[in-house]
């Protein structure tokens, strides 16, 4: 079936810039989803992506889709301790009709 | 303002109990989802919805239950069934039952035992 591979942590200074990585298999999904998720909360939409569009830029955000390598990355401009938290990858296409989501990323943010 | 309304935040069973989590939505959404969220697990799909009166199974949905009377409910039903009820549920809700429009996520149930 459909996956979504993340890796598990990342940790980067405060001022850096954060880039959040994401492969997917399932070449058909239209549109892609970052999530961002702060302990003991629900799942806040940051983002998403068309399947026919390779970069779109929000404020700080960024993201780059490369539909060949099916590689999906977010990059955080900037970061700030307030970023500190989990990002989800998460892929229109389930079976069910559902999205399938990563396993989240977790984002330390040092001062 | 719209949004999804999970409660209670912390929920607690004891052996053999049925427990339900209620989740509603002001957002007119026709798809509703509840997921559970374990440690360095992700999110896995129990039930969804895609109208009123009408649900399927997601990946894991043995030893758990749903109903779907009002467009704006989606409660779900832990049963005894559930031997490792333990996690974070979450449900969410979304325009679309494709994965083309965005899913709304609650704050989230923490159900522990006792």
């Known amino acids: 079936g459909e996956d979504v591979e993340q890796s598990l942590f990342l940790s980067v200074r405060e001022g850096d810039s954060s880039v959040i990585n994401c492969t997917y298999t399932?070449?058909?999904?239209?549109?892609l989803y970052w999530y961002k998720q702060e302990p003991g909360a629900g799942l806040q939409l940051l983002t998403y992506i068309f399947s026919n569009m390779d970069m779109k830029q929000d404020q700080r955000l960024t993201v780059l889709l490369n539909k060949k390598d099916k590689h999906l990355s977010l990059r955080i401009a900037d970061t700030q301790t307030g970023d500190s938290a989990i990002y989800f990858c998460?892929?229109?296409?389930?079976?069910?009709?559902?999205?399938?989501f990563g396993k989240g990323t977790k984002l330390s943010v040092k001062p | 303002d719209g949004g999804i309304t999970q409660s209670p935040k912390y929920l607690f069973r004891k052996e053999g109990q049925n427990v339900t989590l209620s989740c509603e939505q002001n957002l007119n959404h026709d798809a509703m989802y509840w997921y559970r969220q374990d440690p360095g697990q992700g999110l896995r799909l129990i039930y969804y919805?895609?109208?009123?009166?009408?649900?399927q199974k997601g990946d894991i949905a043995e030893g758990y239950s749903v109903s779907r009377e009002k467009k704006e409910s989606f409660p779900l039903t832990v049963t005894s069934a559930q031997k490792n009820p333990t996690a974070f549920y979450l449900c969410?809700?979304?325009?679309?039952?494709?994965?083309?429009?965005?899913?709304?996520f609650g704050d989230g149930t923490r159900l522990s035992i006792l």
């Open positions: 399932d070449s058909s999904s239209t549109y």
């Open positions: 919805s895609q109208i009123v009166n009408d649900f």
């Open positions: 998460a892929i229109s296409g389930g079976s069910q009709g559902n999205l399938i």
């Open positions: 969410a809700s979304s325009g679309g039952s494709n994965g083309n429009q965005p899913q709304h």
